[in-house]
């Protein structure tokens, strides 16, 4: 067989073109394989073997790798084309080429797991960036220690030396693991979630886009994001409209006329207010409305009227369709909303003319 080898003119050219063909043959088998099986998945609907199945790709591609790398590694030394320290190098590339693989499988699967389960649970919903960045600088430090120590390097010093690293690494980055800290309690405590409308100390208020591993997103109504470090948001008051449930109470005042007869008055309202919660499309037409009588001002009797809208932004809708119902329906019953009344003393004003010294 030797002599035969040696007998060909380009023998390199000829290992190169094995591998290549054996490359090319491994990713079509590896490929009809996965299709193959995700065909199996729809059909079974296993949650895990999609996740499984999509976390298997790449790592795929750099398995196939190394297996071409021992295969050339094996022709070479087969017909005497490299030495045996070319074979220690190729030993240990290869080695390293496992271990990428299977870290690059397990940071795929957490992630693909993360986002799989995240509709299931609010608690991975709202921590998926924290979890996300936690488990690859996990994999990406396990993954340093292995490499390194198939590399021939000792991680004894190096895992020693952490322990005293770590006060120092702590203070240089005091504000980073603070914000980190506390988009952990944020998660575990939930007093906000992803997709709840709030309202910071501050006074922006808007929708709760992302909370990450060093800040939280809100994004405001019209159309900008707040970018809230987590720290601060813990230890600032904000008020949450979505919990503990997205409903709320819209009070709307208004002011009648002295003269106007109050149960009259409280029963049109009523019946105002139980139409529009029954017809508008964000009203909550089971609630029971009231109205409170509450003040005498100045040029009125005021009242408060309660309604209840599906959730905080739905609010100015139900309260603009109620007080255009409301104004239309007091004028067909003669009820009067009055002007603001400022009287004048004219007695007091010409008096004090009088007694002003020329």
């Not at 895990?48 to 021992?70: G, W």
């Not at 924290?130 to 390194?148: A, H």
């Not at 590399?151 to 004894?156: A, D, E, K």
Request: net charge neutral; proline share 4%; hydrophobic share 45%.
């Amino acid at each position: 067989m030797q002599e035969v080898w040696q007998l060909i003119p380009y023998p390199w050219l000829v290992v190169g073109g094995l591998v290549v063909i054996s490359v090319i043959v491994m990713y079509l088998i590896k490929r009809f394989v996965l299709v193959q099986l995700q065909r199996i998945k729809r059909t079974e609907g296993r949650h895990v073997t999609s996740v499984l199945l999509n976390s298997l790709n790449k790592p795929l591609n750099i398995f196939i790798l190394v297996l071409n790398l021992y295969l050339l590694q094996y022709l070479l030394l087969k017909y005497e084309l490299i030495s045996d320290q070319f074979y220690k190098q190729v030993d240990v590339t290869a080695q390293i080429g496992i271990i990428i693989a299977l870290l690059v499988f397990a940071e795929r699967f957490c992630n693909q797991l993360l986002v799989s389960y995240a509709d299931t649970s609010e608690a991975l919903r709202n921590s998926q960036s924290i979890i996300r960045g936690t488990s690859k600088i996990l994999i990406i430090g396990i993954g340093s220690l292995v490499i390194l120590g198939t590399l021939g390097i000792s991680i004894t010093p190096i895992v020693a030396s952490l322990g005293i690293t770590s006060l120092a690494v702590a203070l240089a980055l005091q504000p980073t693991l603070e914000n980190f800290f506390s988009g952990v309690q944020l998660v575990i405590d939930k007093p906000i979630r992803v997709g709840d409308f709030v309202e910071l100390d501050s006074g922006e208020q808007g929708f709760v886009e992302k909370i990450g591993w060093r800040s939280t997103w809100i994004k405001m109504l019209p159309n900008n994001i707040v970018v809230m470090p987590n720290s601060m948001l813990s230890q600032s008051k904000v008020i949450n409209y979505y919990y503990p449930e997205k409903e709320l109470s819209v009070p709307v005042d208004v002011g009648v006329h002295y003269d106007s007869d109050l149960e009259h008055v409280e029963r049109v309202t009523l019946e105002v207010a139980r139409e529009i919660l029954h017809s508008h499309k964000w009203g909550i037409d089971d609630y029971d409305t009231f109205v409170v009588f509450h003040t005498f001002d100045s040029s009125s009797i005021n009242f408060t009227v309660m309604l209840r809208a599906e959730e905080y932004f739905n609010r100015f809708f139900i309260k603009s369709a109620f007080i255009k119902a409301l104004h239309k329906r007091f004028r067909q019953e003669g009820i009067v909303i009055p002007y603001p009344i400022r009287a004048i003393n004219t007695q007091q004003e010409q008096s004090q003319e009088l007694n002003t010294p020329p």
